[in-house]
T-cell receptor, first 111, second 115 residues
Framework: SQKIEQNSEALNIQEGKTATLTCNYT??????LQWYRQDPGRGPVFLLL?????KEKRKERLKVTFDTTLKQSLFHITASQPADSATYLC??????????FGAGTTVTVRA | DGGITQSPKYLFRKEGQNVTLSCEQN?????MYWYRQDPGQGLRLIYY???????QKGDIAEGYSVSREKKESFPLTVTSAQKNPTAFYLC??????????????FGNGTRLTVT
């Protein structure tokens, strides 16, 4: 069956450190992978999209990698700040017109 | 200021009653979606619409219905046939129906509680 798995445990890190989140998938071959941020009680907000032929994508302090051989994407938040505390969701297209999401990883950055 | 508006933010209903959740967008997007979010689970797709007057079932459509009479509006009705309706409901839109390359814009959700 098709699955998208993210770090099951919440991530607690010290301000200034790098947070690394994992998104693994099975039985898909997505051409694109997306990452979203969700704050409590709010809808997800799009952060980054990476294509299968891109190994790495950056946006300010965020970096995403996409390894189609390992079927894995890594999401890094460098120089983390308390304002980065949120749940981060990965999403990928599983068939036409459908975007499927992982359950998310909750990150807490301590000051 | 473009975006997606969902209303109400909180909704309480008695079991056996149908309830309609509103979703309006002013982004001029063709595609609209309804997702359901439960604690510890990924977002699950209920229905989606690629164009006005057309919509398709997602992965968990049973007990739900939608309409798409206007490009801007995609209301979701949770019927009494839905066995476990209490959840956080999210509406989204995108420019293209090829969703992998088209980010979703989400509303801020409606939390439905059925007792």
């Amino acid at each position: 069956s098709q699955k998208i798995e993210q770090n099951s445990e919440a991530l607690n890190i010290q301000e200034g450190k790098t947070a690394t989140l994992t998104c693994n998938y099975t039985n898909y071959s997505p051409a694109y992978l997306q990452w979203y941020r969700q704050d409590p009680g709010r809808g997800p907000v799009f952060l980054l999209l990476i294509r299968e032929n891109e190994k790495e994508k950056r946006k300010e302090r965020l970096k995403v990698t996409f390894d189609t051989t390992l079927k894995q994407s890594l999401f890094h938040i460098t120089a983390s700040q308390p304002a980065d505390s949120a749940t981060y969701l990965c999403a990928l297209e599983t068939n036409d017109y459908k975007l499927s999401f992982g359950a998310g990883t909750t990150v807490t950055v301590r000051a | 200021d473009g975006g997606i508006t969902q209303s109400p933010k909180y909704l309480f209903r008695k079991e056996g009653q149908n309830v309609t959740l509103s979703c309006e967008q002013n982004l001029n997007h063709d595609a609209m979606y309804w997702y359901r979010q439960d604690p510890g689970q990924g977002l699950r797709l209920i229905y989606y619409s690629q164009i006005v007057n057309d919509f398709q079932k997602g992965d968990i459509a049973e007990g739900y219905s939608v309409s798409r009479e206007k490009k801007e509006s995609f209301p979701l009705t949770v019927t009494s046939a839905q066995k476990n309706p209490t959840a956080f409901y999210l509406c989204a839109s995108s420019t293209q129906t090829g969703s992998g390359n088209s980010p979703l814009h989400f509303g801020n959700g409606t939390r439905l509680t059925v007792t």
